[in-house]
């Protein structure tokens, strides 16, 4: 060691130690500091994507619960005639009940009465005429009925109206607060589970407004992109990764399915207006048009995946396939393709997750129409889950912010879901050669 | 009723395989050698079957459409459509369809019904005759198909063949969308392009797009000046890259040298999250949440804050860009050779100092490549800036004010309804057009550094 130093004009090593050790204090807090700083910018990122489902979780959860008012209704026979239905004026009948169980409220004074009957949801009297149509013989009794009440009230019960605010600028006034809170008293106001959420399709009226047509029209377009993006992505990887000669041509495909990967997706939505529907005719709004514009989207991903996917089976089967005699097809389709496919599988259902959440082109095709009953198929006019969001989320009345993030937090669930299928996927049947 | 011929070429195309499968299966029975296996010959009885004759049907099905619409309109009444605008044309057949499903508002005219009942008529005609045509070209593949089962008959050949057909055409329908999208979008913006001159388009620095009231209304055609969006998007993506470098970059380099290696089987999915989070989830998350508070901020220091300010739409947009590019840099910083890194620590540097002295300078390329993308990911973005930017094209730089970008105007031009004669339509597909060329030089650009770099590594 020393006499490695002593010929050189090395300055004296015990100095060099000195000096080193002196800055290696600073150094180490320079070193200590850029990974403070790192795992700082990492707490950013996992903040805000808690505050992101804080923020959902916590003005979601009240839409999935929505007030209920149980109510005794006589179905007078006055009102509501046998030989006149499905008409009746069944809103009167609700009415007169809830002035019933309201002792000392004027129910002569039309503005009054006309509050009184406001408490119960729009929804309320179909739900009784529907109960009264299919069995006509409820008419003169009394029905115990379980019915939604307006959105201002739910709104009131789920305390989201502050009750201190000036009477003039309240959305519910006083007066119609102590009313509501008389019958709260009666013990007739529940909060159950709000399955309208998940069987009616969309409303004008937040209370009556589900995700039945929303759930259905991406089901739709899911099952028409998958049908579509599924052969061909899996065709064309196979050729590109198998067969396709390395030329210029091969070159040219494979950039360009790169590229097409990175083209903003409302791009694709001007493609799909101009060519499916401006040229081909094919109808407005339809989850057919919606998926096949996402299968062109999810296409790129598929490939993509399918590629790295038969990459990864070592050559040694298809060299042993080829010894034994197989053409150079029944080696891919018999023993390659097969121990793919788990990897295919996973790649594709991450791809179909994505064009779940995917809203811009299908905004341009339409698919955001006001639409109040699920599609049968998939040629009728439907929405999808995220363009549902984006309705709701444009809709001002209050009752539509909280069924917004309920919205999104079922959008989320089945895209949790649908990775959760694909990790178990990876996980169970991915061989490591 | 429309899926009958569908079941036909299945049944059809099920036929041929048992068929020729079976014919093969007894030459065989008689003692001779097959060249293929029986199954090929069932395949390729199959196969062709299938190919021609769904092409067929899905053809047919496409087009069918566009040609009684046009054979309804041709057979109207002389006179009918003359001196109207296509936008009325349009009315007129829309109107005829719906009586022809049985929905009809008020008494329509005569004609109308008789150009309904046409159009009913024309359809049902259109679905025997394609049954008709179904049926007889299947039979007449089975039976060719057929004729030629023999022993020497090279059936894996043929069937192979055809399969290694449909995987080109597969591999071609990805050049085929990058062609619809560029024809569709220079046919479109060509005639754009012939009611807005394209110097105004490209220079002028109003953006009003507007339909005129009245026909002769010339001077309200509105202005189609695309400075102000396209500044209003830079103002945007620049807001998220101030958000998404740093945060990306830095947790990329925590990840990537000083995580211990179960954090970071945490971290990385739980960053990747974020990403898998649809935009218009974001998009809510910067209206509901972001725009109010710095609204209440901007209050607080008594500085004027608009409602749907560009800080807001950006720096969600940011957070979501923080997962792309930590992946990308993570990536690159990884690719950088283990002996780079060896000699830095060898001659005494601190993990700290390699990295920002020899790593991350050796990264660097790659790291522009991501950021790039994630320039081009930003500009294309649609759902956040639709829900959290705004309509208005403000000139200006400045982040606190309300600015709308392409995206947004492509969005709220081609919403509801659209007709495709008048500018405002027209006008969308433009800056689609231009959408399109920018992010696509970016993303080449981006691909071909981010390659590059890597190979001179490998």
Same mark, same amino acid.
């Given at each position: ?433 | ?161 055809? +399969?290694?057909?449909?995987? @080109?055409?597969?591999? &071609? *329908? $990805?050049? /085929?969308?990058?062609?619809? %999208?560029? !024809? ?44 102000? +969006?396209?500044?209003?998007? @830079?103002?945007?993506? &620049? *807001? $998220?890259? /101030?958000?998404?470098?740093? %945060?990306? !970059? ?54 004027? *804050? $608009? ?63 991501? *950021? ?87």
């Amino acid at each position: 060691m020393t006499d490695m130093t002593t010929g050189s004009a090395a300055p004296d090593p015990h100095r060099t130690t000195e000096i080193v050790a002196k800055s290696l204090d600073r150094r180490r807090r320079k070193q200590s500091r850029l990974k403070w700083i790192g795992m700082g910018a990492i707490m950013i990122a996992f903040t805000m994507l808690f505050i992101l489902v804080a923020s959902l979780v916590s003005t979601g959860w009240q839409a999935f619960v929505q007030t209920h008012i149980t109510v005794e209704v006589f179905v007078d026979p006055e009102e509501i005639r046998a030989d006149r239905l499905p008409r009746g004026n069944f809103d009167d009948v609700l009415e007169t009940t809830l002035g019933n169980m309201l002792p000392g409220v004027d129910m002569t004074d039309r503005a009054t009465a006309r509050s009184v009957g406001s408490i119960l949801s729009d929804g309320a009297q179909f739900k009784l005429r529907d109960m009264v149509v299919a069995n006509p013989e409820l008419i003169g009794e009394t029905i115990t009925l379980k019915v939604p009440t307006s959105d201002i009230y739910d709104q009131l019960n789920k305390g989201l109206i502050d009750r201190e605010t000036d009477n003039a600028n309240r959305r519910v006034k006083d007066d119609e607060i102590a009313r509501f809170d008389a019958l709260k008293a009666q013990g007739v106001v529940s909060k159950p589970f709000n399955s309208t959420l998940f069987t009616s399709a969309d409303s004008r009226f937040p209370e009556q407004a589900g995700l039945k047509g929303a759930i259905v029209g991406s089901f739709w377009a899911l099952l028409v992109c998958f049908l579509i993006s599924f052969p061909l992505g899996i065709g064309a990887a196979i050729y590109l990764e198998e067969f396709a000669p390395k030329n210029k041509i091969s070159d040219i495909i494979e950039v360009n399915i790169n590229n097409l990967a990175a083209v903003p997706s409302v791009v694709f939505g001007l493609l799909a207006l101009a060519v499916f529907i401006g040229w081909f005719g094919m109808p407005r709004s339809a989850p057919f048009v919606g998926g096949l514009t996402l299968a062109l989207m999810t296409m790129p991903t598929i490939i993509i995946a399918t590629r790295a996917a038969l990459k990864a089976v070592p050559p040694s089967i298809r060299e042993a396939a080829l010894g034994l005699g197989a053409s150079r097809q029944q080696v891919v389709f018999q023993h390659v393709l097969p121990l793919a496919m788990p990897g295919i599988l996973t790649g594709t259902i991450i791809g179909l997750a994505q064009a779940l959440g995917e809203t811009a082109p299908l905004l341009l095709i339409g698919m955001n129409a006001f639409i109040t009953s699920a599609p049968s198929g998939p040629f009728e006019s439907a929405t999808a889950l995220p363009t549902q969001i984006f309705i709701w989320a444009d809709s001002p009345e209050r009752g539509f912010v909280s069924r917004t993030s309920a919205a999104i937090l079922v959008l989320l669930g089945f895209l949790v879901l649908m990775n959760g299928v694909a990790i178990y996927l990876r996980q169970k049947f991915e061989r490591k050669w | 009723m429309s899926s009958f011929p569908f079941i036909l070429l299945i049944l059809a195309a099920i036929a041929g395989y048992v068929i020729n499968r079976s014919a093969a299966k007894s030459i065989r029975d008689d003692g001779n050698r097959l060249h293929s296996m029986t199954s090929y010959h069932g395949m390729f009885s199959a196969l062709l079957i299938l190919v021609p004759v769904l092409t067929l049907i899905l053809v047919w099905l496409a087009l069918q459409g566009a040609a009684i619409n046009a054979i309804v309109m041709r057979d109207l009444p002389a006179g009918t459509l003359d001196g109207i605008g296509s936008g009325a044309e349009q009315l007129i057949l829309a109107e005829i369809t719906s009586i022809s499903r049985g929905q009809m508002f008020g008494t329509p005219e005569d004609w109308k019904l008789a150009a309904a009942d046409r159009y009913l008529a024309l359809y049902n005609w259109s679905r025997w005759l394609l049954i008709a045509v179904v049926a007889a070209l299947s039979l007449g593949i089975l039976a060719f198909a057929r004729s030629r089962v023999a022993a020497d008959f090279r059936a894996r050949q043929g069937v192979e063949g055809i +399969v290694t057909g449909l995987m @080109i055409f597969c591999s &071609v *329908v $990805a050049i /085929f969308t990058t062609f619809g %999208i560029i !024809l569709s979008l220079s046919f479109e913006t060509y005639r754009f392009l012939e009611l807005v001159p394209l110097t105004d388009f490209l220079f002028g620095a109003n953006w009003e797009p507007q339909i005129p009231i009245r026909a002769d209304q010339i001077a309200a055609v509105g202005a189609f000046g695309w400075l102000p +969006v396209i500044l209003g998007t @830079i103002v945007i993506t &620049v *807001v $998220a890259l /101030f958000v998404a470098v740093p %945060i990306g !970059l830095m947790s990329a380099i925590y990840l990537n040298e000083f995580a211990p290696r179960k954090l970071r089987a945490v971290i990385k999915p739980g960053l990747e999250m974020l990403a898998g989070v649809p935009t218009v989830v974001y998009g809510f998350f910067a209206v509901l949440v972001v725009a109010p508070a710095i609204r209440n901020l901007g209050q607080s220091l008594g500085i004027d *804050v $608009a409602p749907n300010t560009a800080l807001a739409a950006g720096s969600v947009m940011g957070i979501m860009l923080v997962p792309f590019i930590s992946s990308f840099a993570d990536d690159a910083l990884s690719a950088v050779p283990s002996a780079l890194k060896d000699a830095a620590l060898g001659i005494g540097a601190t993990r700290g100092e390699m990295m920002t002295t020899v790593l991350f300078p050796a990264a660097l390329p790659g790291i522009v490549g991501g *950021v790039l993308l994630a320039v081009s990911r930003a500009i294309g973005e649609t759902m956040i800036v639709v829900m959290a930017a705004g309509l208005m094209a403000n000139l200006t730089i400045n982040p606190l004010d309300s600015v709308t970008t392409v995206t947004v105007q492509i969005v709220t031009l081609l919403i509801g309804d659209t007709s495709f004669d008048n500018p405002k339509t027209l006008a969308a597909f433009a800056l689609g057009m231009m959408l399109f060329l920018v992010t696509l030089v970016i993303n080449i650009f981006a691909l071909r550094i981010v390659r590059k770099y890597r190979e001179a590594y490998d």
